[in-house]
């Protein structure tokens, strides 16, 4: 399976953003999806989970109310909305196959996400 996540960029506090994951070489409607962000200096961590048909979704609690995950099984694409941005939210954005709250498989390239104050 392949991943790679796009739309990310430059914010100001306050502003949203959607970022996307395209996966190829897999079955993707079967898989439960989630995004993972790693900051500076940290590590990587849980944003949001989606499962496989897109009925249930989880956040961690510091994004929750403010950011969306989605997805479009007929294109194969993972979606994040961010809304109400803050510069903590400032990181690289990654999608991955998850089993909850844990990926697992291989990490396809990230989206940065900058946000200024």
């Known amino acids: 399976v392949q991943l790679q996540a796009s739309g990310g960029g430059l914010v100001q506090a306050g502003g949203s953003l959607r970022v996307s994951c395209v996966v190829s070489g897999g079955t993707f409607s079967s898989y439960a999806m989630g995004w993972f962000r790693q900051a500076p200096g940290k590590e990587r961590e849980f944003v949001a989970g989606?499962?496989?048909?897109?009925?249930?979704?989880y956040y961690a609690d510091s994004v929750k109310g403010r950011f969306t995950i989605s997805r479009d099984n007929a294109r194969n694409t993972l979606y994040l909305q961010m809304n109400s941005l803050k510069p903590e939210d400032t990181a690289a954005y990654y999608c991955?196959?998850?089993?909850?709250?844990?990926?697992?498989?291989?990490w396809g390239q990230g989206t940065l996400v900058t946000v200024s104050s």
């Open positions: 991955a196959t998850v089993e909850g709250r844990n990926p697992f498989g291989s």
């Open positions: 989606i499962s496989w048909g897109g009925a249930r979704t």
